[in-house]
């Protein structure tokens, strides 16, 4: 009587192992995927963390120039330190702000007036800026 033993093929472990390999490349690429986006996002928080300085009230007489950080705060702050003036001094937009905008129905007139400012960097953004007539 011949007994046969029971026991993987080669075939059968290099199939797993092939298998257990994409299995582990798809979570590596996930993970880097994960991270890239999670630089991304931190990237994209600090540069609308800047913009907030260039939307200061006087930011209506701007319209069409390139202005730093720190030509926009001097008037309201004063800054000391010349490394966060160097720092706010790198920090660059391009500010156009629209003419003011009608409202879309004629229906009810708000008495106010609505400007689109956007400013223009590594993430352009766009601001409503509201005031009342």
């Known amino acids: ?5 029971e026991a993987f093929t080669i075939i059968e472990v290099l199939v797993s192992v092939v298998l257990i390999a994409i299995v582990a490349l798809g979570a590596v690429k996930m993970q880097q995927e994960s991270r890239a986006m ?7 928080g600090k540069n609308e963390l800047s913009n907030t300085l260039f ?5 209506m007489r701007y319209n069409k120039d390139k202005k730093d950080a720190y030509t926009m705060i001097e008037k309201n702050f004063k800054i000391d330190d010349s490394q966060c003036r ?3 001094k790198k920090s660059y937009r391009t500010i156009t702000v ?8 004629e229906e009810e007139v708000l ?3 609505i400007n689109e400012i956007i400013l223009k960097g590594k993430y352009p953004s ?5 005031k009342a007539l």
Do not use: C, N, V
Request: hydrophobic share 45%.
């Open 1 to 5: 009587m011949k007994r046969l033993r």
């Open 55 to 59: 939307l200061g009230a006087d930011i």
């Open 111 to 113: 008495p106010i007036e």
């Open 38 to 44: 999670a630089l991304y996002l931190a990237d994209r």
């Open 86 to 88: 160097e720092i706010l």
């Open 126 to 130: 766009r601001f409503f800026q509201f």
């Open 98 to 105: 629209s003419e003011p905008m009608e409202p879309s129905t």
